[in-house]
């Protein structure tokens, strides 16, 4: 079996980079209707949701980067927690049938890239690296 604990720290830069990228389009179909508008959200939005959507957009594009990687990722985590336990858990106990499965695993996710930080890959890592 090959050593692949040597991988961790590209593999975590990978989820990074898809999550934080998954993460502004939400963001987008808020703001832009980019690529298309979000199911179920009103137009014109709420205040609640445009700085839902801020979160998502610089937030995402914080973690894409991995610049301010845990903080942005804490932050983060916590809008998905705020989601799910006021949009999709008071519709039932059951993401597969509330459809919170999403935000559950963003939530978790990001609280992953709170202790594991960007990894390898990330602006983070970098400048710790600069003289």
């Known amino acids: 079996m090959p050593n692949?604990?040597?991988?961790?720290?590209?593999?975590?830069?990978?989820?990074?980079?898809?999550?934080?990228l998954l993460f502004i389009e939400h963001g987008l179909m808020k703001l832009a209707h980019f690529?298309?508008?979000?199911?179920?959200?009103?137009?014109?939005?709420?205040?609640?949701?445009?700085?839902?959507a801020a979160i998502e957009m610089v937030g995402g594009?914080?973690?894409?980067?991995?610049?301010?990687?845990r903080i942005a990722a804490f932050i983060c985590a916590g809008e998905m927690a705020v989601a799910?336990?006021?949009a999709h858990f008071p519709q039932s106990v059951w993401p597969g049938v509330n459809q919170g499965g999403e935000a559950i695993l963003y939530c978790f996710i990001f609280l992953y890239l709170v202790f594991g930080g960007g990894g390898e890959w990330s602006l983070d890592a970098q400048l710790r690296k600069a003289p």
């Not at 508008?37 to 700085?51: F, S, T, Y």
């Not at 594009?61 to 990687?69: D, E, K, P, S």
């Open 84 to 86: 799910y336990f006021t």
């Open 4 to 20: 692949l604990t040597v991988w961790s720290p590209r593999v975590l830069s990978f989820l990074r980079i898809v999550a934080g």
């Open 35 to 52: 690529p298309i508008a979000q199911a179920g959200a009103p137009d014109p939005l709420p205040p609640i949701l445009m700085a839902a």
């Open 61 to 69: 594009a914080l973690i894409a980067v991995g610049l301010f990687t």
